[in-house]
């Protein structure tokens, strides 16, 4: 069981839950309007809702009705994370398929092969989600410090970090994945068996009992005190 494996599997899967939870997220920009604590009224929008809070509780939201109203870059956001959670579904399956510990997958080579695929796939993943997270956060920067923006200014939602987050997990995971081919590609250790020394005495009266067609002869007897000096 490869431990480089594991610990990819490990990011690629928590980028991936960290994708779907920023996905589903309704937190992607964030304002508060504040004249007292008791009177402080939050405006949360995300990819699908628009959402609002007060100081009291009351909390409500409202989906988008309809798709051809919301603006472009919302759309682009859109459909970016849901290529992003797309595709770290399918590069967790695939790297399921390529660990070395799982009995499916076929041979170690189809197995390397698997999990590189699952490795670039996790990339795909993280490079989609980090792309669509900057770019609504680049709308976001832009509407604030414009001094000619007149309409409500928001701030970056915890939603965006996350993204951010799960992004960075399903890159690194990705990055451990392809260079864990490397250790599937890696010859066996050939295995020696010891058969220990030969003893001088043994070979010798091997010897002897060949000369002699295979006769037993007393291993004492082919030494003396003589043998010895």
Request: proline content about 2%; some cysteine; charged content about 15%.
């Amino acid at each position: 069981m490869s431990r480089a494996q594991i610990s990819a599997l490990v990011f690629g899967v928590g980028g991936f839950g960290a994708l779907v939870a920023a996905t589903a997220s309704n937190e992607w920009k964030v304002t508060t309007r504040a004249s007292s604590v008791i009177t402080a009224t939050w405006v949360y929008q995300g990819l699908w809702m628009n959402c609002a809070g007060n100081a009291l509780g009351s909390f409500h939201c409202r989906p988008h009705f309809t798709i051809f109203k919301v603006e472009g870059y919302i759309q682009a956001c859109r459909g970016l994370m849901i290529a992003a959670v797309s595709l770290g579904f399918f590069g967790s399956i695939f790297a399921l398929f390529g660990m070395k510990c799982t009995k499916v997958g076929g041979s170690d080579k189809a197995k390397a092969k698997i999990a590189c695929l699952a490795g670039i796939v996790f990339i795909l993943s993280g490079l989609c989600s980090m792309t669509g997270c900057s770019l609504y956060a680049n709308k976001i920067t832009t509407e604030f410090f414009d001094p000619l923006y007149v309409e409500q200014k928001y701030e970056l939602g915890a939603a965006l970090f996350i993204g951010w987050a799960g992004a960075s997990l399903c890159i690194i995971g990705g990055v451990i994945f392809c260079f864990s081919i490397s250790d599937n590609n890696k010859p066996p250790r050939m295995g020696y068996a010891y058969n220990g020394a030969t003893s001088v005495l043994s070979s010798r009266t091997k010897y002897h009992g060949a000369e002699g067609g295979f006769k037993t002869t007393n291993p004492s007897k082919q030494f003396d005190k003589n043998a010895y000096v």
